[in-house]
């Protein structure tokens, strides 16, 4: 197979390829991804600026691809194909998830800005606001990722980084009304599950999620 016949790999073949350590493949899963890891990482870690060593990024984007090695490439090999997941969703639900690890480890107690979140996020999702202003990141976090990886990804996109309803729509294929409906949905999980986590863990006791 020649170099440009890589470019044309669906998700499927080319996670195959990874599979194999094909160099030529990891070479296009670098050209399709390796922004995409960087952004992911860059958002979360520009919030924690004044408490995150400015070469933190750089650091954290070597972690993400040395963990997709480990292990005998076992994140990689949890992608779901057949759920109709893109590869690019998973890497980017990966990626965020290692830069939150990344900050647990280096920064005793993450704290988000009031201020900012008040900006950042819709005035209809004030619960996920109050949870992260309280501190109860690892908490949040770990709920999240007990959901779909597509429904982390609509809450990623959504909650987090503020994108529209049509925005939303876009990214993952949905149309409008799915996404009000979806968005209803999820708050009603996220707020049920959150309670019941919080009702098992101590107050002051962070919940370390699995990567």
């Known amino acids: 197979m020649n170099a440009s016949s890589y470019k044309t790999l669906s998700d499927s073949e080319l996670l195959q ?3 194999t350590l094909d160099e030529a493949a990891w070479r296009e899963f670098h050209r399709r991804y390796d922004r995409m890891i960087g952004s992911c990482v860059h958002r979360v870690v520009t919030r924690f600026n004044k408490v995150v060593a400015s070469d933190a990024i750089q650091e954290i984007c070597g972690n993400i691809y040395a963990s997709l090695l480990a292990n005998d490439m076992h994140k990689l090999r949890r992608f ?3 759920r109709g997941n893109k590869l690019g969703t998973w890497i980017g639900l990966i990626s965020i998830n290692a830069t939150w690890d990344y900050l647990r480890r ?5 704290v988000v800005d009031p201020m900012m979140l008040s900006e950042r996020l819709h005035d209809d999702v004030d619960f996920i606001g109050r949870q992260i202003a309280r501190e109860d990141c690892d908490r949040l976090a770990a ?4 959901l779909p990886p597509r429904d982390q990804e609509f809450v990623r996109l959504c909650f ?4 529209s309803p049509q925005e939303v729509a876009d990214a993952l294929g949905l149309g409008l009304k799915s996404v009000y409906t979806k968005k209803h949905r999820i708050m009603r999980q996220l707020r049920d599950a959150f309670a019941a986590q919080a009702a098992r863990t101590p107050a002051g006791v962070a919940v370390s999620a699995a990567a």
Request: aromatic fraction near 6%.
């Open 80 to 82: 779901e194909v057949e």
């Open 160 to 163: 987090f980084e503020g994108a």
């Open 143 to 146: 709920v999240v990722r007990t």
């Open 106 to 110: 280096t920064v005793r107690r993450p």
């Open 17 to 19: 390829q990874l599979l």
